[in-house]
T-cell receptor
Framework: GNSVTQMEGPVTLSEEAFLTINCTYTATGYPSLFWYVQYPGEGLQLLLKATKADDKGSNKGFEATYRKETTSFHLEKGSVQVSDSAVYFCALTDMEGSGGSNYKLTFGKGTLLTVNP | KAGVTQTPRYLIKTRGQQVTLSCSPISGHRSVSWYQQTPGQGLQFLFEYFSETQRNKGNFPGRFSGRQFSNSRSEMNVSTLELGDSALYLC?????????????FGQGTRLTVV
């Protein structure tokens, strides 16, 4: 089956530090990859996505590149802010692997990021 | 445009009772999925509905059920509640087809079973 493994948190950084959150996946087909973010008391928001190998998703200074050879989709940001404090989830959909007949997100466990001023 | 709306936001129920949660998707979205979020298990897929048909179901007992109406609104029901059902239940709506389709999440319903 499909699975997503992301680095365990929590991660604590100082403002303007560099962020990397590792994510690797297994999938039966050719998945689309996502990073979602969850702020306290909120639902999940899409941060960025990539649908094919070597695609780079980017948003709000965050980036992640779809690496098919290493089955990875690591999240990076060059300079984090206090407002980036949240839980980050790596996820995939594998509609082709499921026969294209349903929509299901498979999530990693989430990584709590705390950024201190 | 309006986002995904889940009601109620908070619920407290007693063990053995049943509960119904509601989700109104984004207009035009025909796919509605439900997820259970707990600190120990993370985000787990419950089921997905598309045009009133359940297309996929996660590994949950039969006490968890759902349905979707012709206007794409969805409900999920949990019968004979157990303490372990305490969780944040998230609903997501999407177009439900195509590579890279994005899911939009509601704020969730926080269920506490006592």
């Amino acid at each position: 089956g499909n699975s997503v493994t992301q680095m365990e948190g929590p991660v604590t950084l100082s403002e303007e530090a560099f962020l990397t959150i590792n994510c690797t996946y297994t999938a039966t087909g050719y998945p689309s990859l996502f990073w979602y973010v969850q702020y306290p008391g909120e639902g999940l928001q899409l941060l960025l996505k990539a649908t094919k190998a070597d695609d780079k998703g980017s948003n709000k200074g965050f980036e992640a590149t779809y690496r098919k050879e290493t089955t990875s989709f690591h999240l990076e940001k060059g300079s984090v802010q206090v407002s980036d404090s949240a839980v980050y989830f790596c996820a995939l959909t594998d509609m082709e692997g499921s026969g294209g007949s349903n929509y299901k997100l498979t999530f990693g466990k989430g990584t709590l990021l705390t950024v201190n001023p | 445009k309006a986002g995904v709306t889940q009601t109620p936001r908070y619920l407290i129920k007693t063990r053995g009772q049943q509960v119904t949660l509601s989700c109104s998707p984004i207009s035009g979205h025909r796919s509605v999925s439900w997820y259970q979020q707990t600190p120990g298990q993370g985000l787990q897929f419950l089921f997905e509905y598309f045009s009133e048909t359940q297309r996929n179901k996660g590994n949950f007992p039969g006490r968890f059920s759902g349905r979707q109406f012709s206007n794409s609104r969805s409900e999920m029901n949990v019968s004979t509640l157990e303490l372990g059902d305490s969780a944040l239940y998230l609903c997501a709506s999407s177009l439900g087809a195509g590579r890279g389709t994005e899911a939009f999440f509601g704020q969730g319903t926080r269920l506490t079973v006592v």
